[in-house]
């Protein structure tokens, strides 16, 4: 015998959990299915495990998905406020860390515990290790055929994320049951990612590998002003992660580093009164030591500031203002936190997350195509594309 719901999720992470508590609240019954062990494990490893669980500032500009507009409805309904609300009833202390972003003082562990408290008390019924091997649609709503037996709910709402981690169990299974139904999906690809370089570049930087710098990192108009790292593999630290959504195979990306010094200025100025000193001591005074260094020597400028012409410091600091890398790729869905594309939002009701061709099929959460920046904004699309569902399921 099948067991019978309102409404059955599959994947129970960050917006499959919030679907179920505000479905259950509002007296449906809710049936959870996630193939993993545990719920929300990637809010446990999130923001270094202590979950940059929203942004006080998020609103449609943070977004990228093939129809800007889409999001605007579900951000507007539930916003940063309505779950801080929620995580202070909780008691779970927070704090700004910067920009905007809201991180757990202790543990992201508090905000899965939070969920699963809210969806226990509203009768959720959460089930764990299930496989789902079929999903199909009958006069009786949708038929789950799954390890745990039969499952029948009048909806279904997709929220099994997107491709990036497979070792967490990302499945692209969402995409799957969009086209089984008929639905569109995007190009998807790896977002919030490292960028890697090819083995001649890596050699000439592997001796800048860990050093870490405030940078504006653009890509065309868009640009990000935040720390960049340089790793063994090519690039990384916030604002390359934020490049790479935007980034695509073949383009450059431009660097600026520390872009409130005036380098040229300062290059002058130490030249008019000290002009013994070497150039890569002048630029150490805001750079890095080994970044100095670098810049001087592949510049062929270690030397004396008074050997050196105007016009060579000029070049020089147009350099560290103007740095243009062309990254071979990225490390992809191994290390990427979001899925850029997804099931596209011309398909769905941006007001409920309803498909718009098959009555009682939702999704929502990564698995759609609105994808947000680094800082909390991801989360703040699951809470509240979970939110649009489960008020209006
Ligand atoms: P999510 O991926 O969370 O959940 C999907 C669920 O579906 C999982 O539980 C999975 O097991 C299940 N599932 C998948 N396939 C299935 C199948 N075939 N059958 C059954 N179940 C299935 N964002 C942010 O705002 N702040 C942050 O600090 C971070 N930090 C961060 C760090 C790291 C390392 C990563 C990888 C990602 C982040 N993110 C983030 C992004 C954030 O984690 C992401 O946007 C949300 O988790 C997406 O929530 P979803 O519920 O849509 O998918």
């Keep these: 015998m099948a067991s019978k719901y309102d409404v059955a999720i599959i994947g129970a992470g960050a917006a499959g959990m919030m679907a179920a508590l505000t479905a259950g609240r509002r007296g449906k019954s809710v049936i959870v299915l996630d193939h993993a062990k545990a719920p929300g494990e990637k809010i446990r490893i999130s923001g270094g495990g202590r979950c940059n669980f929203t942004n006080i500032h998020a609103g449609p500009k943070n977004y990228i998905s093939q129809n ?78 799954t390890s745990e037996g039969p499952v029948i709910a009048e909806n279904l709402v997709v929220a099994c994320g997107g491709k990036s981690i497979p070792k967490m169990g990302a499945t692209g299974f969402a995409y799957r049951i969009a086209e089984q139904f008929g639905l569109p999906v995007t190009e998807t690809r790896p977002a919030l990612v490292p960028l890697t370089l090819d083995p001649n570049l890596l050699g000439e930087l592997s001796e800048l590998s860990g050093v ?30 934020q490049i790479s959504s935007y980034w695509r195979e073949g ?82 869905y191994r290390t990427a936190e979001v899925t850029l594309g997804g099931v596209d939002t011309d398909a769905l009701d941006s007001r409920t997350m309803q498909a718009k061709s098959v009555p009682g099929l939702y999704f929502i959460g990564e698995c759609v195509d609105v994808t947000g920046w680094l800082g909390g904004f991801n989360f703040q699309w699951a809470w509240a594309s979970g939110h649009a569902v489960g008020e209006n399921i």
């Design 68 to 145: 800007p507009h889409f999001a605007k409805s579900a951000l507007a309904r539930y916003t940063p406020s309505d779950f801080i609300a929620m995580v202070d009833r909780h008691g779970i202390a927070w704090h700004e860390k910067t920009l905007g972003q809201l991180f757990c003082d202790d543990s992201a562990k508090d905000i899965i515990r939070m969920l699963l408290e809210e969806m226990r008390a509203v009768h959720v019924d959460l089930r764990l290790s299930c496989e789902i091997s079929e999903v199909g649609k009958g006069a009786d709503g949708f038929r789950l055929s």
């Design 212 to 241: 870490a710098i405030d940078a504006d990192v653009a890509h065309g108009k868009t640009r990000f002003r935040e720390a960049l790292l340089f790793t063994h593999r090519g690039l990384s630290g916030p604002a390359i992660l």
């Design 251 to 332: 383009d450059e990306v431009t660097l600026s580093l520390e872009p409130g010094v005036d380098f040229a200025e300062q290059l002058k100025t130490a030249k008019r009164e000290n002009g013994r000193q070497q150039v890569q001591t002048v630029l150490a005074q805001h750079l890095p030591k080994r970044l100095a260094q670098y810049l001087a020597e592949t510049a062929k400028l270690e030397r004396s500031l008074a050997d050196l012409p105007d016009k060579a410091l000029s070049s020089l600091a147009e350099r560290i203002r103007r740095w243009p890398i062309k990254p071979a790729g990225s490390e992809g």
